[in-house]
Structures are given as structure tokens and as C-alpha cells.
């Protein structure tokens, strides 16, 4: 829904206001009409004044009072209806402005989000290639590593320690370029109406072991207040699930807590909230965690929210983050809701 092309069109269209010669108020509302009534309200004043003060206008000794404010009336009218057109033309000049500053912001926005997907599409194809590579060599070291690991002599322990370095060391460079290939590929979705509730359960039970190595302790809320459906891809959903319990787990002092959440907008989405005590998301960084490769952790990739962002914008949803009211980060994921086809004939 969100196409630069689709941006556009929700604009109002120039020509109402830059061609078109009245703008869409009604007749009576219109400055030229009230200076047209203002200045015959003038005249109209002006003949009551002069023929209470008797005052008398002559020509040629004939008597021409009323032709004479009848003049004036008239010209008072024509001047209040040009400082209407005037005033019009102005205020039309305005609206135009503003009109022509948000296109240009609109465009500029668009511009800005084509440069970064071209980017991150050029990106993606060498992190792809790359990864490619590295995986088969990985996996012929890690191979060869384990072989030798089997050969070594029972009472050489440096060396069996070295040999399992080295599989710890392959294993993680393993699951980064998992997640370069995962950010790589576009997410393919099969969407279907998923309960809110489905999806907290598989999340939890994948992120468990990070979250009790710390005692963090999961609260969530009655499970009649998270009733609610979504339309999306279950397994994308939980990996980012599990992507923001991972980095809460990795950012909560032991003991702390983990906050899961959800309610509808009304307005056809579902908010999903995970919250952590934690430190948060310092305000001048909020704008840059989504991006690839920003990272704060020493051994972090920074594909963890760009992979969450890329998912959650698939599904035509959108995925933010804020401080959590008492401190900590808020991750707030909106998705479509599904209980429009639950009503329907679908279910
Ligand atoms: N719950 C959180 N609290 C505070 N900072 C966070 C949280 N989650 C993510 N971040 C910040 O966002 C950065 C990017 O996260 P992510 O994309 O998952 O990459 P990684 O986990 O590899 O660092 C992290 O390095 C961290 O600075
Ligand atoms: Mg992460």
C-alpha cells in the first residue's frame, strides 16, 4: 500500500488549486461577494446620511442626489468587490504554496526511500554472493576442524581447546550469514489469520533459554485482552518475535522484565508491543536501528531489526520504536488485522 506511486496519488490533486479559478467553498463564502455587499452596505450609508443631513446634489438646476450616490454606491461595490478578488487570489496563492511544499516533501521522502531500497537491493545481491561462498568454505573448515578434533590425541588438551574454538567460531560466522542471506532474499509471505496469542506462545518457547539465563520474567496480559487475530506469516512474524526478545534478553539487567502486549487500532491493525526494562533506545538512535548493519554490540551483525523491518513492512505493516512509560524500549509492530475475513465466508 505503501508504493512511492501510491504516496503520490494520495495528494491532492495541483489543479484545484493552481488552475482552477475559485477554490471549493461555497458562493456566499467567498471575499468578493462580501466586498461586493460591503461596499453597496457603504453606499446604501452614505445615501441615508447625506438625505438625513438634507444635502442636495444639482445639475443644471435639476436635482441629482440619488443618480450621484448611486454613482458612488456603485463604485464603493466595484472597489469592495476587486479587494475581494484580491484577497482570494492571495489566500489561493497560499494554499497553492502549501500544496506545492508538502509535494515537494512527499517527493522528496519518496526519492530518499527509492535510494535506500536501491541500496539495500544492491546490498542484498553482494551479501548474497558473499555469503554463498563463505557458507560452503565455512562448512568445509568446520568439517575438517571436527576431523581433526577426532584424530587428536586424548591427553592434548590445548589443541582440543583450539579445535573447539574454532567450531564456536564457525558456528557463529554460520548464523551471521544466515541472517545475511535471510536479509538478503526478499521475504517470501504466505499470510494467513493467525492468533496474537499463537504467535507470543511459539516466540517464548523459541527465546526461553535466553530470557531465563537472565531470571528475566515475562509478563503478559490476560489472554481474553490478546484475543485477537492477524493476517501474516506466522514463522516471519515469530522469527522477529524472537529477534526482540533476543536483543531485550541481551540489554535487561538480570532480574528484569519483558512486557508482551497487544491491542487493535481500530483502524484494521493490530499493535503488538514488546517492552523491556532495560536502558532503552537513546533518542538520537531511535532513527538508525532499523538500518543494516547498525549495531551498538560488540559482537551484534545490526541486521537483527533491518530483517524485522523488511518482515513487518511485507506484511504492509510497520514496526517502531519508543521509550517505554518508567523507562526501557518499546517496540511497537502494526499488522493487518484479520477479523474482517473471520466475519466473512473465509472462516
Ligand atoms: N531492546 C533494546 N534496548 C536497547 N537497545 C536496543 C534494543 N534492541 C535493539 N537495540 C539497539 O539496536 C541495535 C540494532 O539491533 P539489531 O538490529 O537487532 O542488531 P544487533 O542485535 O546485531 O546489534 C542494537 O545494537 C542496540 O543498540
Ligand atoms: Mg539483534
Known sequence: MTTP?????????????????????????????WGFATGIAIGLGDLALTLLLGIRFEMNGLDVTLAALALYGGTFAAAGL????????????????????????????????????EKLAALGQLAAAIAHEVRNALGIIRSAAQGLNEGLPSNDADAQRACSFITAEIDRLGSVVSSLLSFARPPRLAPRSVPVEALFEQALLLARQDLEAKDIRVVRPPRARTALDVRADSDLIVQVLIGLLANAADVV???????????????????????????????????????????????????????????????????????????????????????????????
Open 5 to 33: 506511486a501510491m504516496h503520490l496519488a494520495q495528494e491532492p490533486a495541483p489543479s484545484r488549486a493552481a488552475g482552477a479559478p475559485d477554490d471549493d467553498r461555497p458562493w456566499w463564502r467567498l471575499e468578493r461577494w
Open 82 to 117: 476587486l479587494f475581494g478578488l484580491v484577497l482570494e487570489a492571495r489566500r489561493r496563492d497560499r494554499r497553492a504554496a502549501a500544496i506545492i511544499a508538502a509535494q515537494m516533501e512527499t517527493v522528496a521522502a519518496t526519492r530518499a526511500r527509492l535510494a535506500q531500497s
Open 253 to 347: 539487567p538480570r532480574g528484569g522484565e519483558v512486557r508482551l502486549d497487544a491491542h487493535a487500532t481500530g483502524a484494521g491493525l493490530v499493535e503488538i508491543d514488546v517492552a523491556d526494562s532495560g536502558p532503552g533506545v537513546p533518542e538520537h538512535l531511535r532513527g538508525r536501528i532499523f538500518e543494516p548493519f547498525f549495531t551498538t554490540r560488540d559482537k551484534g551483525t545490526g541486521l537483527g531489526l533491518a530483517v524485522a523491518r523488511q518482515i513487518v513492512e511485507a506484511h504492509e505493516g510497520r514496526i517502531e520504536v519508543a521509550e517505554r512509560p518508567g523507562g526501557g524500549a518499546l517496540f511497537r509492530i502494526a499488522l493487518p488485522e484479520a477479523r474482517v475475513e473471520r466475519m466473512g465466508a473465509v472462516a
